[in-house]
């Protein structure tokens, strides 16, 4: 068995990757929240950056954190088609959750599909990741603590909505983003915890890209859409101060 490093480069990569989970979080539920207040086409659009921030957040932490993981006797690649899948996957099935939330009536029975889509989304990110690593020697998993880990997907995901459909004070946002990011971190972790390579040595070249080629990259330009975005938003009237600004008059003559 090939010993395993989870986090090669001390604190460094556990906290960013927390980081990225948390303002993925923190813009997804404003967005959601946002969401909830708009109609037409403008629930639609705050819908679809909501999912677009809780996939990229999730997926950047997922693989930030994967900077950091070693594996003793071998290099680490990685299947590039099947790590951009990745992504599709947590940003689509993440959709299907938010959607499922935000035009569902604010009922419980929307709330827990849209959690369990969204947990089962999040757990499919993470397997297909781990799928994608290319290595000299052989994954195995112990299905209980892949077990654990989809169920802390789903516990997460459902805590998350239903923070989205109850909680609208920015300050409580925030700290369910950061509690969130803590859930899904702790996903990953668990996650992490069911894996055991036995690696076998080999001269012969990985296929697929380093970290550092392609993983890196795609990580800081995923951030700095998380980042950009978050100002945007943060930035952005709401429907209230919208209705505020306009002046009782305007308000009048829409009531006439």
């Not at 990985?206 to 800081?220: D, E, H, N, S, Y």
């Amino acid at each position: 068995m090939g010993h395993l490093d989870h986090a090669a480069y001390g604190w460094l990569t556990p906290v960013l990757s927390y980081v990225m989970a948390s303002v993925g979080a923190a813009l997804g539920l404003r967005c959601t929240v946002r969401a909830l207040t708009a109609t037409g086409s403008s629930r639609r659009n705050w819908l679809l950056t909501a999912a677009s921030a809780i996939g990229t957040g999730i997926w950047t932490m997922h693989f930030v954190a994967m900077l950091g993981f070693h594996v003793t006797g071998t290099d680490i690649h990685y299947d590039v088609p099947l790590t951009v899948l990745s992504l599709v996957v947590a940003v689509a099935v993440v959709g299907c959750g938010v959607f499922a939330v935000g035009y569902g009536r604010r009922s419980s029975r929307s709330l827990l599909l849209g959690g369990l889509t969204t947990g089962l989304g999040v757990a499919s990110m993470h397997y297909l990741g781990m799928a994608a690593l290319r290595l000299h020697g052989r994954l195995s998993y112990d299905p209980l603590t892949v077990g654990l880990s989809v169920a802390v997907a789903v516990v997460a995901a459902t805590a998350a909505l239903w923070a989205a459909l109850n909680i609208e004070a920015p300050t409580a946002v925030a700290v369910a983003s950061l509690v969130m990011g803590a859930a899904v971190s702790s996903m990953h972790y668990t996650g992490m915890l069911a894996v055991a390579v036995r690696v076998t040595p080999s001269d012969q070249a990985l296929p697929g890209a380093t970290a550092l080629q392609f993983v890196f990259p795609l990580a800081v330009g995923l951030g700095s859409y998380l980042f950009l975005t978050s100002a945007f938003v943060a930035l952005s009237p709401t429907a209230g101060a919208r209705a505020a600004a306009s002046g009782p008059g305007v308000t009048a003559a829409t009531a006439r």
